[in-house]
C-alpha cells in the first residue's frame, strides 16, 4: 500500500465519527508519526510503499481511533507550549486553553519582576505540562509539582527526564488538608483541578468520558467548586503578600470562582480564553 492509499483509507474511516476537517488532522498526524515524514514530503513522496510494519500500525491505529480513542493517547504523544509529551490514559490531554493559562502566569512574572528567589507549586499536574512550561519560560523558579495519582506522576517524571527540566515531584491529596504544612510555600500557586460536575459526564463527548481519567475530570455536583476553595485557603493561609494564585476554570463557573474568592478576601481578574470563555483566573495576595 502506498502512502497516498494508506492516507485516504484512514480519512474514509475517521469521516465516520469525526468532521471532515477534524478527521483529515488526525490522519495526517498518524501518516506523519508512521512514515517520519512531514505533510509535504507526504505529497512529494505520495507513491513510497509503506512497509509491511508500517502498514500494520496503521491497522492497529485505525481500530484504536474508530472505538474513539483520542489521538494523543493512541500514538502516546502530545504537544504542548512547543514542545512534545508522553500521555497516556492515567493524564488528561493537554488543552489549549492550559497554554494560554502558561502565557499569563509567564507575562505576570515579568510584568511583575518578581524578585528571586521564586517559588512555584502547580497543583494537579497531570502530564505535567504546566510545570514544565513553566520551568522553561522561568528556568531560576524553584518548581513543585502535586498529584494524587502515582501513575499521573510517573508520567510528568518521564516528561520531564526527557524534557531535561528539574522539577519537584510530590504524591499527596491536595483536598487533604493535614498535608499542607508538608508543602514549600509558593510564590505562585497554579491549578488546572478537576471542575466538571458528575451530572454532565452524560453529555462529554466519548473520546473524553471513556478515555480520559475521571479523577482529573469530575467533581461533585453539590459542590463544585470544592478545589478553588481549598486553593484560596491554602493560599490566604500559607502565602505571602503579593504571591500569585492562577487556576484554569470550568467556562460555566467562571463568575462562580471569581466571587468566591473575592468573598473569601483574595481580588481576583477573570479573563475570557480565545474562544471569548471564562476560562482562567488571576488573583494576587
Not at 485516504?8 to 471532515?20: E, G, N, P, R, S
Not at 520551568?135 to 502535586?146: D, G, L
Not at 510517573?154 to 498535608?179: G, R, W
Request: proline share 5%; hydrophobic share 45%.
Amino acid at each position: 500500500m502506498i502512502i497516498q492509499q494508506a492516507y485516504q483509507k484512514l480519512l474514509l474511516a475517521l469521516c465516520q465519527i469525526y468532521d471532515t476537517k477534524e478527521a483529515a488532522n488526525i490522519a495526517n498526524w498518524v501518516m506523519e508519526n508512521i512514515t517520519n515524514l512531514s505533510k509535504m514530503d507526504r505529497i512529494i513522496n505520495k507513491n513510497f510503499v509503506l512497509s509491511s510494519l508500517q502498514q500494520q500500525q496503521l491497522q492497529s491505529y485505525t481500530a484504536q481511533l474508530l472505538q474513539h480513542m483520542p489521538i494523543q493517547y493512541v500514538l502516546g504523544e502530545t504537544w504542548f507550549y512547543n514542545f512534545k509529551l508522553y500521555v497516556n490514559e492515567h493524564v488528561l490531554i493537554p488543552r489549549p486553553e492550559t497554554e494560554e493559562l502558561v502565557e499569563w502566569i509567564v507575562s505576570s512574572y515579568l510584568q511583575k519582576e518578581i524578585n528571586s528567589p521564586i517559588h512555584i507549586m502547580d497543583i494537579g499536574t497531570g502530564s505535567g505540562c504546566i510545570a514544565i512550561a513553566l520551568k522553561k519560560q522561568i528556568p531560576k523558579a524553584a518548581i513543585t509539582a502535586v498529584d494524587i495519582s502515582n501513575n499521573a506522576l510517573t508520567v510528568a517524571k518521564q516528561n520531564a527526564a526527557t524534557l531535561q527540566v528539574d522539577i519537584d515531584f510530590k504524591q499527596l491529596d491536595f483536598l487533604d488538608t493535614s498535608t499542607w504544612a508538608t508543602l514549600p510555600i509558593p510564590t505562585i500557586l497554579v491549578s488546572n483541578p478537576p471542575y466538571i460536575p458528575l451530572k454532565e459526564k452524560a453529555s462529554i463527548a466519548k473520546h473524553v468520558k471513556d478515555y480520559e481519567p475521571t479523577t482529573a475530570l469530575f467533581v461533585p455536583n453539590d459542590n463544585p467548586l470544592v478545589f478553588y476553595e481549598a486553593l484560596a485557603k491554602f493560599a490566604l493561609q500559607y502565602m505571602q503578600p503579593k504571591s500569585f494564585l492562577f487556576a484554569e476554570v470550568h467556562a460555566d463557573y467562571g463568575e462562580d470562582v471569581y466571587t468566591l474568592w473575592n468573598k473569601m478576601g483574595i481580588s481576583a481578574i477573570l479573563k475570557k480564553d480565545m474562544q471569548e470563555k471564562n476560562r482562567i483566573i488571576k488573583a494576587m495576595l
